[in-house]
């Protein structure tokens, strides 16, 4: 037998899912700020994003279904309290960070150096956390 049939995960994809009160707000959000680009859309509730080799399912409010009894998707309701962040790496946080920023991302705080590491924080329009982070090595 070989490894690739005891691994459940063989040839898989991982996709995050992030509940959004506004489709539309939110698509044009990922897609203007951040440059993700659609993969899928279904009926006007929920898209498919592909974003730096990732995928980010994009899906309105919901109730249990047959499959997730007793599982509700909600969209976040107090932006200061975190449940699930990204960070971005990137090459030059203060570019990244102006870029962002001319196109509609708006920052808690402008990069911060941090000795080794450059990085700042801003939302999707509902709330959910980003980071760029710039990583340099101590030689």
Known sequence: MSDNQNNP?????????????????????????LGAKIFREYEGDSLVLEFLGNWILLVTPGGPTEDKPNTNFVAPKEINSVSHSYTIRVKDCRKSYELLKKKGAEFITPPLDQGAETRCFFRDPDGHLFEISEHRSSE
């Open 9 to 33: 995960f063989w040839e898989s994809e991982l996709t995050t899912i992030l509940v959004v009160s506004d489709i539309s707000n939110s698509k044009s959000f990922y897609m203007k700020v």
